[in-house]
């Protein structure tokens, strides 16, 4: 086994949190040493050795020691590429400026951590609101140092939809992090009253004392390339589904390679520990023939989980924005969502904390396409069912029936993964049809609030009517039968029993899914449709 760099087998998801302190040691995130491969597997593995060379015809690799210098040969019968991917770090001016980190390596930990001894910054800023920036920002946070996201897209998490997004943007403002959103860094430079500054594309500037890039990874495919082994349509490393490369003889796993999308079909690059990790056995069984019959490695559906000061962010499957792109190149029919606000365990039962869900389906048939989850407790237990159903071709009818464990400090009777099922079924079955906040706009819908009074005094949508649910029969004459009517209330079950009164009284009533909780969220993105 042959690294370039100084460590194998480390942890390098933990590595913001060593920068938090919340790991205490560095020796914590080696995960296996070469000792241990030696004498435990009696394989060797070689520290700081560069590939510079695969020579295909000669079944044979070009090997450099960075510490002693020496180039040597080695043959191989089966050769298995895990290059990985490094931190994109954009070309532009200033940014190799003291104190612009990445974070993929011991050392670069080790680097943020001595830059922050020695200087004892104030402020910091994170370009980049991603999986990897949210767990930096709260780590720096840890550390007494006031932080500042910069990020292009009007939300953070950009794995999620907009709107799901913007709750994770009302979060972070609450707990005091500031927020630049919309627009990409320009520069870097010296900074006046800080050591930097950060410039934006629309002109506002943000001082700061450390900056941390965290706007994604490109796969190192160099080494490949170089060989002549075929690269795949989004830039990876080409495998079949044995993690076979174009070379008969050569395998690819982990972040440099393209695998193939579950949900979608086609190709896609998603670089995470867990695919990852089932890649590097199935080739392992290939290769050894392990008493396995033909094993495939059956795709990705990117299933990830992020928390950030106290917010849980999970998700599995295909975004809406991604489903909305591949529907134009006709590669899925249509599609609805569904978005519910349930607790996550019995409100009886103290400290019952809600989420925001949501799930996304095809109409054809149910099969569930993905779900996005933001919650402060049991908000990865749910996608993870979610993400086991995705993964047998399962529909919203099996949610609706999933057995799940239940007592209250756990769950409910209808756990938040079965009211999802429950929801996006009763749509199929066209026992309600759902609308969204983002239709009203050209709609010329009449709006229809049936919370109480109350509720509706201290808050309600421009133009909205109320009828509280408890006196809608009496007051159905004061409704328009010619007209749609889009009903909302706090979360979407009071409006989905109005809506189905409504329907059932021959008007045409549609639920608003998600209810008021969900629309300054929706506004948030959505502004200019408002």
């Not at 550390?143 to 943007?169: T, W």
């Not at 756990?415 to 969204?436: F, K, S, W, Y």
């Not at 979360?491 to 989905?496: D, L």
Request: aromatic fraction near 6%; glycine fraction near 10%; proline fraction near 5%.
């Amino acid at each position: 086994m042959l690294e370039r760099g100084p460590y194998v087998s480390f942890a390098n998801c933990g590595l913001p949190y060593h920068v938090g302190k919340v790991i205490s040691k560095e020796e914590y995130l080696l995960v296996a040493s070469p000792e241990l491969f030696r004498d435990r597997f009696k394989i060797d593995v070689r520290i700081q050795h560069n590939v510079r060379r695969i020579l295909r015809e000669e079944k044979s690799i070009e090997v450099e020691s960075l510490t002693e210098g020496e180039v040597y040969r080695e043959n191989y019968d089966a050769l298995v590429l895990s290059p990985g991917s490094e931190p994109i770090r954009p070309t532009i001016p200033g940014v190799s400026l003291p104190g612009i980190f990445t974070v993929s390596t011991i050392p670069d930990t080790r680097r943020i951590l001595q830059w922050i001894n020695e200087n004892n910054p104030r402020r910091a800023v994170v370009v980049g609101g991603g999986f990897i920036g949210l767990e930096m920002a709260e780590n720096l946070i840890r550390r007494k140092i006031g932080v500042s996201i910069a990020e292009m897209q009007k939300h953070v998490m950009p794995a999620l939809d907009p709107e799901m997004g913007a709750i994770i943007n009302d979060h972070l403002r609450a707990r005091g992090v500031d927020l630049y959103l919309g627009s990409p860094v320009s520069a870097f430079r010296k900074g006046s009253s800080a050591s930097l500054c950060v410039c934006l594309d629309s002109g506002k500037e943000i001082e700061a004392d450390l900056v941390i890039l965290c706007i994604g990874v490109r796969p190192r495919i160099e080494l490949a390339e170089a060989a002549g082994l075929r690269i795949g349509e989004c830039g990876g490393i080409w495998v079949d589904d044995q993690m076979r490369t174009s070379d008969d003889n050569i395998w690819a796993v982990g972040d440099a390679v393209e695998v193939k999308d579950y949900v979608l079909g086609g190709q896609t690059m998603v670089p995470l520990a867990g695919p990852a990790n089932r890649q590097g056995r199935i080739a392992a069984d290939v290769i050894l023939g392990n008493g396995v019959k033909k094993p495939r490695f059956r795709g990705v559906q990117a299933t990830a989980v992020c928390g950030v000061l106290g917010l849980t962010i999970a998700s599995t499957g295909k975004t809406e924005r991604q489903l909305i792109r591949a529907a134009r190149s006709s590669e899925i029919g249509p599609f609805e969502k569904v978005y519910l606000h349930p607790y996550h365990h019995a409100t009886y039962y103290p400290n019952a904390k809600h989420m925001c869900m949501k799930l996304i389906f095809a109409k054809k048939d149910g099969r569930i396409l993905g779900a996005q989850a933001v919650g402060r407790e049991g908000v990865e237990k749910r996608i993870d069912v979610i993400a086991m159903a995705i993964q047998k071709n399962g529909t919203v009818f099996d949610l609706e029936e999933a057995e799940l464990c239940y007592a209250p400090q756990y769950g409910s009777a209808k756990d938040p993964v079965n009211l999802a099922g429950m929801v996006a079924a009763n749509t199929l079955r066209g026992l309600i049809e759902v609308a969204h906040w983002e239709d009203l706009k050209g709609s010329g819908a009449f709006i229809l609030d049936v919370r109480d009074l109350k509720e509706y005094e201290r808050d309600h949508v421009e133009g909205a009517v109320n009828i509280p649910l408890n006196s809608l029969r009496e007051r159905m004459g004061e409704l328009p039968r010619d007209q749609d009517i889009f009903v909302y209330c706090l979360v979407g079950i009071r409006s989905y029993l109005a809506a189905r009164i409504l329907r059932q009284n021959g008007f045409r009533a549609k639920n608003i899914s998600g209810g008021i909780m969900l629309y300054p969220f929706v506004k948030q993105i959505y502004s200019s449709e408002f």
